[in-house]
């Protein structure tokens, strides 16, 4: 079955590797590249600044790309994927799932909002059926479904693993995150080079509550947040793409250093397209993961951890998730492979 999708914000940081993911994914076909109102009519070689270490697809350089609006794009497009400014999210994405489509977004608005789905497929698959209660709720024939903060899709898969077995109480983190998390404009050379910034605002509350959301329980009718405590401190740090992060899990069962490590190397990925053969890649060195080395395991798919340690609570380690990928374009995409998967289009 081939899927038509659109990309909406097609031009941004996280809109550009959706092409690179896209272009040669086997069900999907790339029919529509929405951007701003000063990037409507120009072609998307014109319109985007390129910054992706491989060529723009020739047949896609030359499409034309249309305002962000449901009038725009083909009707016979079955599956949008979102990558706009969350404050234009906010807006359009209802609009575009009004209009009958299915949205799998990337942007941070509604991701808490109780009949939307935030989605990490290894992680939480059974949270899609969510989409019922939405559509009862708003009437869409469409559907909106999110992917978490690319910080928090880092730390989340190992916490998974370490919450089946051993049951997480509370959790610390810190991060050390890369500028393209920030977007192109998002921080210029002079802020950074030579820099670290202490402050990415508001990622310590996505980090808080969207890991509670995504470890909670589905019952039919609602997702319960799971109880553990989690406290975040966010960095920017002059890394381009990958973010690293320094995790103290506090569990209700004894861990040992070793048995954290082996139950994260087990955590099984799925069968869909994008997921990597294996989720959780974990290094006995204690200098890895890191960045530069680490982010592209399993097409960038693949999340990293190191640096095993016990505590008088549970476990401290460190993780790593290019943010990009399995963080922000990688994440939507696989999310739309599990919404054809579950027949939502
Ligand atoms: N970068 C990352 O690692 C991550 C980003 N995200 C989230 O993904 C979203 C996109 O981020 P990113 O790609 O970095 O951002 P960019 O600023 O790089 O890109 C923004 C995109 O949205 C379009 N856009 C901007 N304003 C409007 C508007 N008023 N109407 C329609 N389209 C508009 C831009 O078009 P134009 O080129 O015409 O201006 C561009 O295509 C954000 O919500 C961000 O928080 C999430 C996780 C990770
Ligand atoms: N804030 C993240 C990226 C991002 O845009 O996150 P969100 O999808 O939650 O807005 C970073 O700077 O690295």
Redesign the pocket.
């Known amino acids: 079955m081939t899927v038509r999708v659109g990309v909406l914000g097609a031009t941004g940081a996280v809109g550009q590797r959706l092409i690179q993911l896209i272009d040669p994914h086997p069900d999907f076909e790339l029919a529509a590249v929405t951007a701003s109102e000063s990037s409507a009519g120009k072609s998307y070689r014109e319109a985007a600044k390129w910054r992706i270490d491989a060529p723009i697809p020739d047949h896609i350089a030359e499409m034309e790309v249309v305002a962000t609006d449901a009038d725009e794009v083909p009707d016979d497009v079955d599956l949008i994927f979102s990558s706009l400014p969350?404050s234009v999210g906010a807006e359009v994405e209802p609009e575009f799932c009004e209009a009958g489509y299915v949205v799998s977004s990337?942007?941070?608005n509604g991701r808490m909002d109780e009949d939307v789905p935030l989605v990490i497929p290894e992680v939480n698959a059974d949270h899609l059926d969510v989409l019922e209660v939405q559509r009862d709720e708003r009437g869409w024939d469409g559907a909106l479904l999110k992917n978490p903060?690319?910080?928090t899709i880092t730390m989340v898969p190992p916490l998974k693993a370490l919450d089946e077995a051993y049951t997480l109480t509370d959790v610390t983190v810190s991060t050390l995150?890369?500028v393209s998390?920030?977007g192109y404009s998002g921080v210029t050379s002079m802020e950074i080079i030579d820099n670290a910034i202490p402050h990415?605002g508001g990622?310590e509350q996505?980090m808080e509550s969207e890991s509670r959301k995504l470890l909670g329980s589905f019952d039919g009718a609602e997702v319960h947040l799971h109880d553990m405590g989690v406290a975040a401190s966010c960095n920017?740090i002059a890394t381009i793409d990958g973010?690293l992060e320094n995790v103290w899990a506090d569990t209700a069962d004894d861990v040992t250093a070793e048995d954290a490590a082996e139950t994260m190397a087990e955590l099984p990925s799925i069968d869909l397209p994008s997921s990597p053969e294996t989720l959780i890649e974990v290094f006995e060195e204690p200098e890895r993961p890191q960045p530069r080395l680490d982010r592209s395991l399993g097409n960038g798919m693949t999340v990293s951890a190191g640096g095993f340690r016990e505590t008088d609570d549970g476990v401290q380690f460190n993780c790593l998730s290019h943010?990009t990928m399995r963080g922000?374009a990688g994440a939507s995409v696989l999310n739309g492979e599990l919404l054809a998967e579950h027949g939502y289009i």
């Open positions: 969350s990337n942007s941070s903060n690319c910080s995150q890369a998390g920030a990415i990622e996505k920017r973010h943010n922000a």
